[in-house]
């Protein structure tokens, strides 16, 4: 059996897709899309096909069935084992409960920020600020429609965090470009 750290993100999402029920990984792919869950994981179909292999190979998942649709290659669907519920618990519980600094790019472009003139700084933050506005414009219209269609709201957590870190970010851009303006931060 793989160690749970060993579970990449696209990982989790396939074993998470799997305690709901058998699917082949096109069919999990297309329910990722749907989910819009490659707003917090890098999912291509050809990535998700290894991904479960690996769980497959790992002894985390099996295929109980391959059907063929027309012309269409054969599809596997697969299950989650005991040691994948296992193994996916362990490493939901290891993430929410420690912090990893992932190196995002933002801090860095902050950190050299100051080899640029103020006015080109605050412009491109205001630039990334109306980007971040229609990020969490499409993140209530994601909230909303999920609601709607009677989503519980324990499955819409991740974009209610996505939304307050959202929030977190544009209310500090402000700040900062106040503060670059006034003068209260020497440039």
């Known amino acids: 059996?793989?160690?749970?750290?060993?579970?990449?993100?696209?990982?989790?999402?396939?074993?998470?897709?799997?305690?709901?029920r058998p699917m082949h990984p096109y069919e999990m792919y297309q329910v990722l899309m749907q989910r819009r869950e490659d707003r917090i994981v890098k999912v291509?179909?050809?990535?998700?096909?290894?991904?479960?292999?690996?769980?497959?190979?790992?002894a985390l998942v099996e295929p109980i069935g391959t059907e063929r649709d027309g012309n269409r290659?054969?599809?596997?669907?697969?299950?989650?084992?005991?040691?994948?519920?296992?193994?996916?618990?362990?490493?939901?519980k290891e993430i929410l409960a420690t912090p990893?600094?992932?190196?995002?790019?933002?801090?860095?472009?902050?950190?050299?920020?100051?080899?640029?003139?103020?006015a080109v700084v605050t412009e491109l933050l205001g630039?990334?600020?109306?980007?971040?506005?229609?990020?969490?414009a499409a993140l209530e219209t994601g909230v909303a429609n999920a609601s709607a269609k009677g989503v519980e709201p324990r499955f819409l957590i991740d974009?209610?965090?996505?939304?307050?870190?959202?929030?977190a970010e544009m209310q500090w851009i402000r700040e900062l470009c106040a503060d670059i303006s006034s003068g209260t931060l020497h440039w």
Not at 47 to 57: C, E, K, M, N, S
Not at 103 to 116: G, K, R, S, V
């Open 1 to 20: 059996m793989a160690k749970a750290t060993h579970l990449t993100p696209l990982g989790i999402s396939a074993l998470g897709l799997l305690v709901e």
């Open 100 to 118: 990893i600094n992932e190196y995002p790019c933002f801090p860095q472009a902050l950190d050299e920020a100051h080899n640029l003139p103020a």
């Open 159 to 167: 974009l209610h965090y996505q939304q307050a870190l959202l929030n």
């Open 127 to 136: 630039q990334r600020l109306d980007a971040l506005e229609v990020d969490w």
């Open 44 to 58: 291509r179909p050809g990535t998700l096909y290894h991904a479960v292999g690996r769980l497959a190979a790992a």
């Open 73 to 92: 290659p054969e599809r596997t669907t697969y299950a989650i084992l005991p040691e994948g519920r296992v193994a996916l618990e362990k490493r939901v």
